[in-house]
């Protein structure tokens, strides 16, 4: 067998039991781990903490990989938290942002048959059997038809069962071992769900893809794939195979200050203008879905538009009210608005109130500070240093560890993501950029 079939993947498990056995085997050996880890600490061998984070990150990512779908999307997820996480979870975890075992040809050529009643081979002047990125719900082959170079995203099989299945394993161990009252945290399980879901509907990505290139074509120095319905299904999705290198790869090319910064003014201005004119925004900002050029003084390809979050209108006026300096000197104000949001609750004792209170004060000036200024440079140190000890600081606050159940709206699980996903891009670019239109400031 070759290197690459042995490092593909023929099968995946797709049922609940085969998943929750796949689970429990993971907790077995990372039992092992600990079980090994101590063994040799007592016989006076060298076993270090950080040996144990990297055997059982290891056993995690692998499991991960295997699994795809939902928890694939966690370690995704987990990969921008740096600070929440020990580095060897971080280093493995971030693999997930860019490559993961990819299935075997078989399989994708039985895709494109359940689909087009043709092979890969038939559809296509030319297909790359092997694939190019492989990610948490598809990967991406590269074709060729009609002179085109064409990315094809092949969806894994079974992904949308499996989400469904991952989550009713996930919530009941959630509920007893937090605590937590299932009414209670039913809208933020059902917001979860819904926008996973939505990411295996490879029309839904299509059209939402297309009218979001649209709405933002004036946009500069952005650029977006072309779409192809009639190369594409549920499960299979043509677009045109844009140029550019993803962040890492990019940031090793040394590109100049100049270039970091107008690359990322085009990615604030992108999500300012999804925010406040579409609201809408494409919720999956990691760096597997943008390609990055020097071409032009600094270009932004944007792909993936499987995760994107719909803004009803009272969200959109609570989210940017709670960014305004207006807000943050009038106490009364964010209360009021923190009470709207969910926050703040008619039954918290007047403790507790004050608690949330100055805890939500601190974090929004820290965390809306871009907002409030001209210009913000995403690259000086100590602005990132104090998010990583803001965030260190809530983590051990005995109010918040104690805390048994969710606050504020489920509709800024997914708005907080974006803005957590946007700044860790723009601190890696180092990027000095206006965060408010000239007319504003």
Sequence with gaps: MSDEAANSLSSLPTSKVARAARFAKTGLNVGANYVKHYAKRAVGAESTTDDLHAANAAELYGTLSEMKGSVLKVAQMLAMEKNLLPTAYADQFAQAQYQTPPLSGPLVVKAFRDTFGKSPFEVFAEFDLAARQAASIGQVHFARKEGKDL????????????????????????????????????????????????????????????????????????????????????????????????????????????????????????????????????????????????????????????????????????????????????????????????????????????????????????????????????GDPAYMQALYALGDDLMQQPELRQQREPRGSEHFIYLNRTYVGLYALLTELRADIRTRPADEN
């Design 151 to 378: 990315a094809v995203k092949v969806q894994y099989p079974g992904v949308a069962d499996s989400i469904r299945s991952d989550i009713r394993l996930v919530k009941p161990i959630a509920l007893r071992v937090l605590g937590l009252d299932e009414a209670t945290v039913r809208p933020y399980m059902e917001e979860v769900e819904t926008r996973l879901l939505e990411e295996t509907d490879y029309n839904l990505e299509l059209r939402r893809g297309q009218e979001i290139a649209d709405a933002c074509a004036g946009l500069a120095h952005l650029q977006f794939p072309r779409y192809y319905p009639e190369l594409s299904s549920i499960r299979i999705l043509t677009m045109d195979w844009l140029p550019g290198q993803h962040l890492k790869e990019f940031l090793l090319t040394e590109p100049p200050q100049a270039v970091r910064n107008q690359l990322g003014q085009a990615l604030w201005d992108f999500y300012m203008f999804q925010l406040n004119e579409l609201r809408r925004v494409h919720a999956d900002p990691h760096p597997g879905n943008f390609l990055l050029r020097a071409a032009e003084g600094g270009t932004v390809g944007v792909l993936d538009f499987g995760c994107v979050k719909e803004i009803p209108a009272d969200v959109h006026r609570l989210f940017t009210a709670l960014l305004t300096p207006e807000t943050l000197a009038d106490p009364d104000k964010l209360a009021a608005l923190l009470t709207e949001g969910g926050v703040l609750r008619p039954e918290d004792s007047p403790t507790r109130r004050e608690f949330y209170l100055r805890t939500m004060q601190a974090s929004l000036e820290l965390v809306g500070r871009p907002f409030r200024q001209p210009t913000f440079n995403f």
